[in-house]
């Protein structure tokens, strides 16, 4: 009896064969190195009487994102958050070094604006 088992690559699709004792495990898949999860096919009996193999379907719920993309994102919401601030707080030392205030800022550019049409 064959204790070897085929299953396809949630990620990428390519076939994986693997020993059956590691079926519903984990693991990297050889060909996307993505973590994927083997399954045993499971067999339906076709109307000639020949057995037909059918992967289990995966639990969509599972899916989540790779390290990587978490890292990326964490990346991108860190620098979105603080450059702001950064910006506030040079203006806010500019501010303070020229002993000035919003207003007069403001009202210094606003004077120098041509409004005429």
Not at 33 to 62: C, H, M, N, Q, Y
Not at 99 to 106: G, H, I, L, M, S
Request: hydrophobic fraction near 35%.
């Amino acid at each position: 009896m064959n204790n070897e088992a085929t299953c396809n690559c949630q990620r990428c699709g390519e076939s994986i064969t693997f020993p059956v004792e590691m079926a519903g495990q984990d693991t990297a898949c050889p060909h996307c190195r993505r973590e994927t999860t083997l399954l045993l096919p499971r067999a339906e009996k076709a109307d000639s009487g020949s057995v037909i193999f059918t992967p289990i379907p995966r639990d969509e719920s599972k899916s989540e994102l790779l390290p990587t993309t978490k890292f990326l994102l964490a990346i991108i919401v860190i620098t979105i958050i603080a450059i702001p601030i950064i910006l506030i707080l040079k203006h806010q030392s500019y501010l303070a070094e020229t002993d000035r205030n919003w207003y007069d800022v403001t009202n210094q550019w606003w004077n120098k604006v041509d409004h005429k049409p």
